[in-house]
Every structure is written in structure tokens, then in C-alpha cells.
């Protein structure tokens, strides 16, 4: 017997993501392309110092030997792996419609994919992290 859902009342408050996959896949998703995007302006501005001499690009690239930035470039590298693995995801499903009838199934591979590939991503930087301590 089928049942009725409770209909929302007005003092009803609550998030509108309920943690489905594919949910999270597309907070993520939007996160880590305004994450990348982000580093891309700071990327151009820091490669532009240049145009103030070596001096000053020197002293700006002074930055990135602090262990913090290298955890930081970790994170980029984790932020694009994600975006580019959900991203083929995404174009999978648009050229191939009949993958959206399997998309939890899609959706965990691709979970799976980025995990495995997170982990070895972060123990090869993470060791050159650890030695810059």
C-alpha cells in the first residue's frame, strides 16, 4: 500500500540537500570548480609579479617553499582530480543517457575512482611534504 508523504508545514525547517549522492557529487562539483578557478586568478597575478623584475618574483615564489603552501597545492591537486573524474562523469551520462537509469552504480564508481586515486596522490605529495619538515 502505498503511503502518503507528510506534507511540509510552515514551521517545517530543514536543508534542502538530504545527502543523496548525487547531491553532494554536485556541491562538490561547483566547490572545487570555484576552488580551481580561484587559484587559476592567484596563479596569473603571482606569474605576473614577474613583470617587476626577478626581484620581486623572486621574493614571490619565496612563498611556496613553506610546507602550509605545499598542503595547500595538495588540496588543489585533490580539488582538480575530483572535478575532472565527476566531470567525465557527467559527460558520460550526457552522451550516453541510459547511464542516468545507473546512476548510483556511476556515482559510487566514480566515488571509488577518486578515492583510490586521492590516496595515491596524497602519499606521493604528502612524503615531499614530510621531508620539506
Known amino acids: 500500500m502505498a503511503t502518503r508523504l ?4 510552515k514551521d517545517d525547517f530543514g536543508s534542502p540537500y538530504l545527502g543523496h549522492e548525487g547531491q553532494w557529487s554536485w556541491i562538490f ?5 570555484v576552488a580551481v ?7 596569473v597575478v603571482d606569474t605576473a609579479v614577474i ?3 626577478p626581484e620581486a ?14 598542503v595547500l597545492e595538495l588540496g588543489l591537486v585533490l580539488a582538480v582530480l575530483f572535478h575532472s573524474v565527476n566531470g567525465m562523469k ?11 537509469g545507473h546512476i548510483k552504480v556511476v556515482g559510487r564508481t566514480t566515488a ?3 578515492a583510490v586515486s ?16
Open 112 to 114: 571509488l575512482v577518486f
Open 118 to 133: 586521492a590516496v595515491a596522490v596524497t602519499l606521493i605529495m604528502g612524503k615531499q611534504i614530510i621531508d620539506l619538515l
Open 90 to 100: 557527467i559527460t558520460l551520462i550526457d552522451f550516453f543517457p541510459s547511464l542516468a
Open 6 to 9: 507528510r506534507k511540509k508545514q
Open 51 to 53: 613583470g617587476w623584475g
Open 29 to 33: 562539483h561547483r566547490i572545487t570548480g
Open 57 to 70: 618574483y623572486d621574493r614571490v615564489t619565496e612563498a611556496y617553499k613553506n610546507p602550509a603552501v605545499h
Open 37 to 43: 578557478i580561484l587559484f587559476l586568478f592567484a596563479h
